[in-house]
């Protein structure tokens, strides 16, 4: 007994010396195979596999079957008892952002997600802590048309590079409502700007389209032109239009924040008035009233299980919107919106299989396979199969238990969270803090300023939804 | 003759329209034109270029450097200063800095363009927007030239000359793309004999600026920035295409903002874009390689976790001395800091020496800090590792090698500009003095408590000869007791010797010489307790007279101290006649006090600027504190007066949008 704990001990200085240099010990997982023995898998596309193994290699799911053998210098975790999901694909974040709306105007596509990136927030860790791999980074939802999207893999502490999931479609924030017509409130210091109503919002939109195909023609004229050898200035280039050609061309996904049923079928038939088709509608709390349409359409939806009532056009939804599409044959993914939900999206989904009486597979699709599906991803994340992505998660118990927590969380085969690791490299962290704090650099000004008030310590959804903040913080 | 000393005075003092004169040699007491040649002898060396020389001279002429070396002979007619003691380094450089335009403190107008400075008129401030015919949002600007905007009398420069910086690279102060810098000297005449180098460098701040309009996020910033290079290379195009063959074709509009990037993307200018953070130092250089620019990383805090891609980028950093620090008190309640920015606190420090390391060229910059307390912060980056000798290159050689100028600044080399600096102490050290300062072969004149002229009023005793200096209404009278003959001293000057470390004195008397009268003039030099000069009549130098200061007058009531030692009330009320110093000049002033317990009132009479009310004034112990709007030029002048009284004497300073003066003064019984 005595030599156990001993050796328990032993271990717990081995994971912290292991944590003192993180560098090592993630060249070290890099390289290493990975053998999960014993779990329930959770593939979501192939059903639960009992007692079964699986196989990372290279970053990929090598293989899953029963009684696989590890090769050499492989870690083994014995998973007996635990869960294997695939990671969380979250719809609709604006974690790790600098900036989430350019507010200024009411067509923004020149903006850029890619631009202001953060890979240094810590919700990013809570978010791997909540088995989440995946996030799709949206613009804020202040503009008819906002700002170009960035789906990433949330490889916390690395360079920005190895966060851009690699050939995701590109894809651009649109909004309707309230957030764009800004009729009902100000934010201070900013004049009112067109559109002030929806319809104002739907002829915004329409605008920008014959605008970017006209500039689409101009510089086809340009180009047709040159080639007879004429002697043409070359026209200026747009980054504001560029984006929505590539949308026209349908190179580029919509994912179009709304709530209200008629107008989403308005922009269902904008789109398909210019020949193309929204990828998904988010939020879209009113969707159960049009599930039909909007499958018929082919547009994807992003919803909450049962978040609502934050403002007026958020108050005609029910708990059973994300299950009745679903019956209704849409694509349907659930989202966070929010640092915080992004932390309990199985619970989310959870909540969606009790109302809605979605099997469990069905729940789950909802926060994994079906996300991938939208943001066009499911060729490499959002099931357990062979030759996928090895982003992963192993709980504690099922995803859909209230009980269920988060053990270990991979990315590409990496391990970027785990439970023990957290735990035993708090003392080192402590210790850290100390020394760090007895820094001349870090200690508190005699009659200094007062330490200021934490800046998210307030209401959460003080004034409409989330989507309308300006930065992050 | 005193009235316009006095508005030269007034003009250094309260920064006016006017030029900023030349020390007018002319009024200069007892002193004949500057000198062209200077020789520093037995000091340290410390060129730069090379290894140090333990004691050596060196040697400068109209502005250059004409020889340096352990056995230099001084020339004959260079002006010889004792370098005993002292180490002689290349005058500092800035690397990056927003001195030497006019105060800011006028409420911006409608964006007036580039204003050019004409006699009389009212200073121009900084343009807040674009040019008028630029349709750019506010925050573009880059047809801006900080060359355009230098003044010799302009903010910051005397500072930063006092702490030994000769050379600075200076930014326009706002915006995204905030203008072209250039590198300045911090001395000269016209503002045109500032600048060194212009444009230096294309400036770039990704940050927001606007509160409504395009962009107000960080997101817009990126795309506005990055639709205005776009739009410079369609606008080169399209200049290219027409000056071909202008035929057929719609004539392009003339841009200054488009055209003012072209010389960024040829490669020709290099780009500064001030970025402290990880990301926002990656976030400039991915910027840079979209476009293919020369980076300049400027701030550079955390530039030790990307020394690998500042490698690649061939990039060269700027870093800032402002290190960061908590500014916050202690509150129990308060959440404990992250640990992420206890971290960067203290690996800021170390940023220096792993640059160093990784062999990535950097330059000191003073990031917004005091210029003295930037240079001591630069002891905190060689305590992280930095080698000393790196460090003073980087506030050097380095800064000027990065501008291009290492042909003539940044080294004790031949030939190279006569900026330089002799320091006793070690430069790093906060208490190093700075003994010498020169600025394009000009010696800066240095303020300090050693400099400070000190009051000549009282009485000097020699042998058998006694001279005692009054002040009545301002002005100094002397008289010189001879037995018991009392003479008349006329045409009292005082003022400060060349190297500025003793004050001078010179007056006229008649003295009875081989049994008659005869004029003499009187030149010395004297210290708080000695003055030292010597008589010259019919064009022969008397012996040298060496008085001291007699036995100090009966304490006045009202004294500092109490027998224990303790501070007691001081009583302020009374007619102080007091002498603002102002480098080389003074100008005498009056301060009348009225002392209700702790409350003053009262008026401070400033030569010809008439009489101003005192306010907020406020008495502690035996210090005191007011406040005084004088109009000058126009311009109403914001005064801060503080003084530490004791007895009858009362030192202290005036403070005034362009600097302290300070000032001593006497209350007559």
Redesign the interface.
């Known amino acids: 007994m005595k030599s156990r704990l001993a050796l328990w001990r032993l271990t717990l200085a081995v994971v912290a010396a292991t944590v003192a240099c993180p560098t090592g010990l993630r060249a070290q997982q890099k390289s290493k195979a990975t053998l999960i023995k014993n779990a329930t898998l959770l593939t979501v596309t192939k059903g639960a596999l009992d007692n079964s193994d699986l196989l990372i290699e290279n970053g990929k799911i090598a293989k899953i079957g029963k009684g696989l053998s590890a090769p050499d210098g492989a870690r083994v975790i014995d998973a007996t008892g635990k869960y294997v999901l695939p990671g969380i694909v979250d719809c609709h974040s604006h974690s790790m952002l600098d900036a989430v709306n350019e507010g200024s105007l009411s067509v923004t596509s020149m903006c850029r997600i890619r631009d202001v990136l953060n890979p240094n927030d810590v919700d990013l860790y809570r978010a791997l802590a909540g088995g989440v791999t995946t996030l799709n980074l949206l613009h804020g939802s202040a503009n008819a048309i906002g700002g170009q999207n960035q789906v990433v893999k949330i490889k916390y502490g690395r360079p920005i590079e190895e966060f851009l999931f690699p050939d995701a479609p590109p894809g651009i924030k649109f909004a309707l409502g309230e957030n764009p017509k800004r009729s009902n409130f100000r934010f201070p210091g900013q004049t009112q700007r067109y559109p002030n109503s929806r319809m104002g919002v739907e002829e915004t939109i329409r605008d920008a389209f014959v605008r970017a195909r006209d500039y689409k023609r101009q510089q086809d004229d340009y180009a047709a032109a040159k080639a007879r050898g004429e002697n043409v200035p070359p026209p200026k280039r747009d980054l504001q239009l560029e984006p929505l050609v590539e949308v026209l061309e349908g190179k580029r996904h919509v994912h179009a924040h709304c709530y209200r049923a008629e107008e989403i079928l308005m922009l269902m038939s904008l789109a398909e008035e210019f020949g193309f088709r929204v990828r998904t509608l988010q939020h879209v709390l009113e969707g159960y009233k049009i599930a039909r349409e909007i499958a018929k359409h082919g547009a994807g939806a992003s919803a909450f299980a049962d978040f609502w009532s934050y403002k007026v056009e958020a108050y005609d939804a029910i708990p059973h919107d994300a299950a009745l599409m679903t019956r209704a044959g849409v694509v349907v993914s659930l989202n966070s919106d929010d640092d915080g939900r992004a932390r309990r999206l199985n619970m989310e989904a959870a909540r969606v299989m009790k109302y809605g009486d979605l099997t469990e597979t069905e729940a789950l699709r909802l926060i994994t396979i079906n996300p991938a599906i939208q943001l066009g991803i499911d060729q490499r994340v959002g099931s357990l199969e062979v030759g996928k992505d090895a982003d992963l998660a192993i709980w504690t118990a099922h995803p859909l238990s209230v009980y269920a927590r988060v053990e270990t969380t991979f990315v590409d085969g990496e391990v970027f969270f785990d439970r023990q690791a957290d735990l035993a490299q708090r003392e080192a962290l402590a210790k850290e803090r100390a020394e760090l704090e007895a820094a001349e650099v870090n200690r508190p000004q005699g009659g200094g300023a007062p330490p200021p008030l934490p800046a998210r310590r307030r209401p959460a959804y003080r004034a409409g939804d989330n989507c309308m903040q300006i930065t992050k913080e | 003759m005193l009235k316009s000393t006095v508005s030269v005075l007034l003009c250094l003092l309260l920064g006016g329209a006017l030029r900023m004169p030349t020390l007018a040699q002319s009024e200069r007491p007892g002193d004949v034109a500057r000198p062209r040649a200077y020789a520093i002898v037995n000091a340290r060396l410390v060129p730069v270029s090379g290894a140090p020389i333990e004691r050596g001279t060196i040697v400068i002429r109209d502005g250059l450097i004409v020889a340096v070396g352990a056995d230099v002979k001084p020339p004959a007619d260079a002006r010889q200063l004792d370098g005993a003691g002292l180490t002689v380094y290349p005058g500092l450089m800035d690397a990056a800095s927003h001195i030497g335009f006019q105060a800011a403190a006028a409420p911006a107008g409608p964006p007036t363009g580039i204003a050019r400075a004409t006699p009389g008129a009212p200073p121009p401030v900084a343009p807040v927007g674009g040019l008028v015919n630029s349709t750019r949002p506010d925050g573009f600007r880059p047809e801006l030239l900080a060359a355009e905007l230098v003044r010799p009398n302009g903010d910051g420069l005397e500072p930063a000359r006092q702490a030994g910086f000769t050379t600075a690279l200076t930014v326009p102060r706002d915006g995204i793309v905030m203008g072209r810098s250039a590198v300045i000297a911090l001395a000269g005449e016209s503002p045109r004999d500032l600048v060194i180098r212009t444009p230096a460098a294309l400036h770039i701040a990704f940050r927001v600026v606007?509160?409504?309009?395009?962009?107000?996020?960080?997101?817009?910033v990126?795309?506005m920035t990055?639709?205005a290079f776009?739009?410079a290379q369609?606008y080169q195009?399209?200049w290219t295409?027409?000056r071909a063959?202008p035929?057929?074709?719609?004539r392009?509009t003339d841009d200054p903002s488009l055209e003012a990037l072209l010389p960024a993307l040829s490669r020709d200018l290099p780009v500064v874009f001030h970025a402290d953070s990880?990301?926002e130092i990656?976030?400039a250089l991915d910027f840079a390689q979209e476009f293919n620019l020369r980076p300049i990383i400027a701030g550079a805090r955390e530039a030790e976790k990307v020394a690998d891609r500042l490698k690649a980028a061939k990039a060269t950093a700027l870093l800032s001395l402002n290190?960061?620090?908590?500014?916050?008190?202690?509150?129990p309640e308060?959440?404990?800091?992250?640990?992420?920015l206890?971290?960067a606190?203290?690996a800021?420090?170390g940023t220096a020496a792993t640059l160093h390391r990784a062999g990535i060229p950097f330059a000191f910059q003073t990031g917004g800090l005091a210029p003295a307390e930037a240079i001591s912060n630069v002891k905190k980056a060689v305590d992280q590792g930095l080698p000393a000798d790196e460090a003073i290159r980087a506030l050097t050689l380095r800064p000027a090698e990065i501008f291009g100028l290492a042909d003539r600044l940044g080294t004790l080399e031949v030939g190279k500009v006569a900026n330089l600096i002799a320091v006793r102490g070690d430069l790093l050290d906060a208490k190093r003095k700075m003994a010498f300062v020169f600025i394009d072969g000009a010696m800066i004149n240095l303020r300090g408590s050693s400099v400070t002229p000190i009051e000549l009023s009282g009485a000097w005793e020699a042998q058998g000869v006694k001279l005692v200096f009054t002040r009545e209404n301002n002005e100094l009278k002397g008289q010189a007791k001879l037995g018991d003959k009392d003479i008349e001293l006329r045409e009292l000057r005082l003022g400060l010797d060349e190297d500025a470390s003793l004050a001078t004195v010179r007056f006229v008397a008649d003295l009875p010489r081989d049994g008659a009268t005869k004029t003499a003039v009187f030149i010395g030099k004297y210290s708080s307790d000695e003055l030292r000069g010597s008589f010259m009549a019919d064009g022969r130098a008397e012996p040298e007279l060496v008085f001291k200061r007699g036995t100090t007058p009966p304490a006045a009531a009202g004294a500092a101290t109490d027998g224990n030692g303790a501070a007691v009330a001081f009583d302020f009320t009374g007619t102080w006649n007091i002498v603002v110093s102002f480098g080389p000049q003074s100008l005498p002033a009056t301060l009348t006090l009225q002392q209700s317990g702790s409350d003053l009132s009262g008026t401070l009479a400033l030569g010809p600027l008439g009489s101003a009310e005192l306010r907020g004034g406020k008495v502690t112990g035996n210090r005191m504190e007011a406040a005084a709007r004088v109009d000058f030029g126009g311009r109403s002048v914001e005064l801060q007066v503080s003084g530490v009284g004791n007895g009858n004497s009362l030192e202290g300073s005036v403070t005034s949008p362009q600097g302290t003066a300070p000032f001593t003064g006497t209350r007559p019984q």
């Open positions: 606007s509160g409504s309009g395009y962009p107000n996020s960080l997101m817009g990126f795309s990055r639709q776009l739009d369609q195009a399209h295409a027409y063959n035929r057929g074709m719609k392009p990880e990301r990656i976030r290190f960061p620090k908590r500014n916050t008190a202690f509150a308060a959440d404990p800091e992250p640990l992420s206890l971290r606190r203290v800021a420090l």
